[in-house]
């Protein structure tokens, strides 16, 4: 690890003009900077900003960005109304990161394809117009949706799926001072050419918090399939919320992890399933507008099937059809 300086923020404009990388848990970036894939020349510490509260607001929730992942699964509001972030965030890592890591850190983890981490191979995500290693290499983990020739990583979080299906919007500080809502559904972008742009972000804002609108009505599940039972990234996650009423889907949003390079989320599959019975054949048209873009890369062709059979199952536990599979 090469030296840098660190500062220790008292406000959030400490953060903002600080010109410097921010840490808070670490979880993620201590591990970058040991491997040299992040190499900063100033780290600014958050910590002991007044962000760690999650709070009643317009209805919702109002989560600070220092709230660990471990309060925010366990906060009785977000279990009762939220059970599907909840369930998300104990997907997610171990329970020692989860002490540690943070609401807004979650949303900004960088992507686990080993590519990206081996400094020795080209990738555009790491260094600008280096190539893609992974395009013709091992893709078990990687994109089968959404991604460019630059670059097929795919975004590692539990939590930000769920708070895709669920609506939530992300405050931001701006340089200025000045602050702005911005939804999460437009807030990570494809990559496109420019993998290495990940956010919405611009140099020197920092995320304040996270809006939660009002408790959705329906039923609320999210589901995870992954190689090993904890401390896995999901090779494909479903976060679904479901109302159904008088035999019909009323209302549906669903979100999905480890398909892309951001939390997908494709409001063509919703409408597919609103007004419509809960059948099988239902969920499998679903499914279809899904993957219709699909494309795997060899060794991760299997995801187009998985995503399949994890969509339908999750809708039929949502909606309490037994037969689905």
């Known amino acids: 690890m090469k030296p840098f300086d660190y500062l220790r923020a008292s406000a959030p404009d400490d953060a903002t003009r600080a010109d410097a990388t921010i840490i808070a848990g670490g979880t993620n970036l201590l591990d970058l900077m040991k491997l040299q894939v992040m190499s900063p020349d100033r780290l600014v510490d958050i910590t002991r ?8 607001h317009e209805g919702g929730l109002r989560i600070g960005a220092l709230v660990t992942n471990s309060d925010l699964a366990a906060d009785d509001r977000i279990r009762r109304d939220y059970p599907v972030l909840s369930r998300a965030l104990l997907a997610g890592a171990s329970g020692q990161l989860r002490n540690k890591a943070t609401t807004g850190g979650n949303l900004l983890q960088r992507t686990r394809c080993p590519y990206f981490t081996d400094t020795a191979q080209p990738c555009n995500k790491r260094e600008p117009g280096s190539g893609c290693a992974a395009i013709g290499g091992q893709t078990r983990l990687h ?12 975004h590692p979080s539990d939590m930000a799926v769920a708070m895709q299906a669920l609506g939530a919007e992300i405050e931001i500080q701006e340089t200025t001072g000045a602050t702005r809502r911005v939804s999460i559904r437009e807030f990570y972008r494809l990559p496109g050419d420019t993998p290495h742009i990940e956010t919405v972000l611009a140099p020197g804002e920092l995320i304040t918090a996270v809006i939660l609108p009002a408790p959705p009505k329906g039923r609320q599940v999210y589901r995870k399939v992954r190689d090993r039972a904890s401390y896995a990234f999901a090779l494909v996650s479903v976060a679904a919320i479901v109302d159904v009423q008088d035999g019909r889907i009323a209302a549906a949003t669903l979100a999905f992890g480890g398909l892309a390079h951001k939390p997908w989320h494709d409001p063509a599959v919703d409408r597919a399933l609103e007004g419509a019975e809960p059948t099988p054949e239902l969920f499998d048209a679903a499914a279809d507008v899904l993957l219709a873009d699909a494309v795997g890369q060899g060794s991760n062709d299997f995801k187009i099937v998985l995503a399949r059979r994890t969509m339908k199952a999750v809708l039929a536990e949502a909606t309490g059809l037994k037969e689905a599979a």
């Open 49 to 56: 900003l007044d962000l760690d509260h999650i709070e009643d």
């Open 143 to 154: 994109a089968i949706l959404g991604a460019s020739e630059h670059c097929i990583a795919t």
